[in-house]
């Protein structure tokens, strides 16, 4: 039989991360639009645990969001901010300053961002023409990529929960918001890797690792399609902007 599940952090019920983990307060509202394949088969589904940190945030899964209610009422709301987090010329750099109240004014600021892999997030965005019409936010990361488990395709590229977490530090550099606990994101991250990491050491587990993972410093990037397929890449920073 299967083992019983968690369904707020779809781990198994002894594994659950829920008891460590206590929701931010946050006046920014992260909305994370979930591509099918990570919200039904995806273990390391770095945008659920995001979501859980975050009491100001939702999860919408979908591959187009044209026809979403969910999501174009959130857009066309006349009281909401709305930008996507997507590197690309025209971005507003949040590292940079380039946001500011007086622009937001009294509306909501809300962070749209696509929980994929780097080729399903461009499908997501290439069948959602009203996304393509957001104005887009993006930053210059302050680490690389902390992902042990799994290769980015190039330098630069962070998952959705590493995204969010340098997200809210631009935000507070900028006096946009607060970041009330800046080590709950990362520290979440490392534990959910260090579990796994253990788990693939184990002669006497299935999927049982011969060779341990490399640091992500010293791994070269795959790049391509295949590389794409292989590597969960989430709502880049200005190193790949493309």
Request: aromatic share 8%; net charge positive; glycine share 6%.
């Amino acid at each position: 039989m299967s083992r019983e599940t968690c369904y707020r952090c779809f781990w198994p019920k002894p594994l659950c991360w829920c008891p460590s983990i206590t929701p931010m307060e946050t006046r920014t509202r992260f909305v994370f639009l979930m591509h099918p394949h990570e919200f039904k088969h995806e273990k390391a589904a770095t945008g659920r645990l995001t979501h859980l940190c975050l009491a100001n945030s939702e999860l919408q899964m979908g591959l187009a969001f044209d026809e979403h209610e969910a999501v174009q009422e959130i857009i066309n709301n006349p009281r909401n901010f709305v930008m996507l987090v997507y590197p690309s010329v025209g971005a507003r750099n949040l590292s940079k300053g380039d946001l500011t109240y007086a622009e937001i004014g009294d509306r909501r600021l809300i962070f749209l961002l696509l929980d994929a892999t780097w080729a399903g997030a461009k499908k997501m965005l290439r069948l959602s023409p009203s996304l393509q019409r957001l104005p887009r936010v993006m930053f210059t990361p302050t680490a690389p990529s902390r992902y042990v488990i799994k290769q980015q395709p190039v330098a630069g590229c962070l998952s959705t929960l590493e995204t969010t977490h340098e997200l809210l530090l631009a935000l507070r550099r900028s006096a946009l918001d607060d970041y009330p606990l800046p080590d709950q994101l990362l520290g979440l991250f490392a534990r959910m890797q260090d579990y796994q990491i253990r788990c693939a050491s184990d002669p006497n587990r299935q999927g049982y690792r011969r060779s341990p993972y490399s640091a992500p410093a010293e791994r070269v990037p795959v790049g391509g399609r295949t590389g794409a397929r292989r590597t969960r890449v989430l709502n880049l920073g200005d190193a790949t902007s493309r």
